[in-house]
């Protein structure tokens, strides 16, 4: 698995006691969520590295995403065949930044101006492979969770999910919170592997293996559409 | 940060990523902070839940509290709530449930709450999540929280990130945090450090608190712990 080459000796001793031990909680009503898969996470130049990617974008994962975004795109084509609900986040900010709180404590280049550079959209649009539909549900955030300070919960229920799936970005940073929001709101978690990508290697491997350890299920895209088609047309 | 205890576990692409983007610099102390230790629990130190380094970690967060102590600085205990049959008990860790549950969340002893520390249960990861906590720490007038304890990127994880989304400054002395996974544990302060919290060494949280003036919240007089009885007493037999 991903996470191999990152734990160390004494992890992967205790791997092989314990296997992995997040809830398998079986997915009978999934939601699709797509995390915060906007310009300012995933850069506007596919093919760039991301060392030159953050110099327009202090929070782009770099060419990573672009490939991760083609996998989402299509579990999203697939959730829209099957009547799947698809829900979005993105982050939201005044203008003036002054909303944006903690976020500023820790990063020299916060508040960077979303538009700091003439031409550049707005970096909180979600990219356009990936346009929300009418049908769709977006939720605007100032945190990681998606459910922190919005009605994702409620959102879910009305739509009679049992679980989610987690795409989007970063893996360690919004789709972790999230993961462990909605595990404690009951829901069952599995985070897409390849739909799944984050500025820092490591912090996208570990990320998966907590959720894989504590929270639920990890999967890759190519396993989630044969479960996923099971489930909804039944 | 080629110091960090996290640098081993990281790549050179990612050294230089977090670098450029920006993150990792240091935030603020809480002017007002509570010292909050998650699960610092009998069941990490000893049994079949016992967690390497859990025991070390556990006396340097005394060592924290007993210098809150020393200025009146609020010390709130947090572990899990749980009923003697475990129905409801946070075993998502990566813990298999113990077979007595109750006993398993007892606190260390070197950590057992003191008449004016705060005790909180929780039931889910975070201590925040459907919890009265936030409403304590209002009353309290805290602004931040000094977070140690475990597991790092379990409980105190969720919490901290729970703390940063409410605006509040974290801070984490990272010897007394404990974790079952190696690479778990560098990645979580890692993260933490790179966006949401202050991680940094015992003895540098415990000469800041010390620094703050004394006697600057009004704490509660003192009262014993109550572990609320959960689970309803089985009705004695009617004949």
Redesign the interface.
């Given at each position: 698995m991903i996470?191999d080459e990152?734990?160390?000796d004494?992890?992967r001793a205790?791997l092989r006691l314990?296997g992995l031990?997040?809830?398998k909680r079986p997915a009978r009503r999934p939601a699709l969520l797509v995390i915060d898969v906007s310009w300012a996470f995933a850069g506007d130049r596919r093919d760039e590295d991301?060392?030159e990617s953050?110099?327009r974008w202090?929070?782009s994962c770099g060419r990573e995403s672009w490939q991760a975004i083609e996998r989402i795109s299509e579990l999203v084509a697939k959730a829209r065949q099957q009547s799947m609900p698809v829900l979005y986040s993105t982050g939201r900010a005044r203008a003036d930044s002054w909303d944006i709180?903690?976020?500023a404590?820790?990063?020299?280049?916060?508040p960077t101006p979303m538009r700091d550079h003439a031409g550049q959209p707005d970096g909180n649009e979600i990219v356009p492979p990936l346009a929300p539909q009418p049908e769709d549900i977006i939720v605007y955030k100032r945190?990681?969770?998606a459910f922190?300070?919005v009605p994702m919960a409620s959102h879910l229920r009305r739509l009679g999910c049992d679980s989610v799936l987690l795409t989007g970005t970063t893996t360690?940073?919004c789709v972790r919170?999230t993961a462990?929001?909605a595990?404690?709101h009951g829901f069952g978690v599995t985070a897409i592997a390849d739909g799944c990508f984050d500025?820092?290697?490591?912090?996208h491997a570990?990320?998966l293996?907590?959720i894989a350890?504590?929270?639920g299920t990890v999967s890759q895209s190519d396993q989630s559409y044969a479960r996923t088609r099971e489930v909804w047309s039944s | 940060m080629s110091d960090h205890i996290?640098c081993r576990?990281?790549?050179e692409?990612?050294k230089?990523?977090?670098a450029?983007?920006?993150?990792?610099?240091r935030?603020?102390f809480p002017t007002r902070p509570a010292v909050f230790l998650v699960d610092c629990n009998q069941g990490h130190v000893s049994g079949a839940g016992a967690c390497?380094g859990a025991s070390e970690a556990i006396e340097q967060a005394a060592r924290v509290a007993e210098a809150a102590r020393s200025r009146g600085i609020p010390v709130i205990h947090a572990t899990g709530a749980v009923r003697a049959d475990g129905w409801d008990a946070v075993n998502?860790?990566?813990?298999?449930l113990p077979s007595d549950p109750v006993a398993e969340q007892e606190f260390a002893s070197v950590l057992t709450p003191l008449p004016r520390d705060i005790v909180v249960r929780r039931h889910?990861?975070?201590v925040f999540?459907?919890t009265d906590l936030m409403s304590l720490l209002n009353l309290l007038g805290a602004d931040g929280l000094v977070i140690a304890g475990g597991k790092t990127?379990?409980a105190l994880r969720?919490t901290a990130?729970?703390a940063?989304?409410l605006?509040?400054?974290v801070t984490i002395p990272h010897e007394a945090c404990f974790d079952?996974?190696?690479?778990?544990h560098a990645?979580?302060l890692?993260?933490l450090?790179?966006?949401?919290?202050?991680v940094m060494p015992c003895k540098e949280v415990c000469d800041l608190l010390t620094a703050l003036p004394a006697g600057i919240f009004d704490l509660p007089q003192g009262a014993p712990d109550q572990r609320l009885e959960l689970m309803p007493a089985r009705p004695k037999d009617v004949r």
């Open positions: 996470w990152f734990l160390s004494a992890d205790r314990t031990t997040g809830p991301i060392l953050i110099r202090p929070n709180g903690g976020w404590w820790k990063n020299s280049r916060t945190k990681p969770s922190f300070g360690s940073g919170a462990v929001d595990f404690s500025r820092s290697q490591a912090s570990m990320a293996f907590d350890m504590r929270y | 996290w576990f990281l790549t692409r990612d230089k990523v977090f450029a983007a920006g993150y990792g610099v935030g603020h390497p998502r860790d990566g813990v298999v889910a990861p975070s999540f459907e990127a379990g969720a990130i729970d940063f989304s605006n509040l400054r079952l996974w190696e690479a778990s990645l979580a890692c993260d450090n790179a966006k949401h919290a202050d």
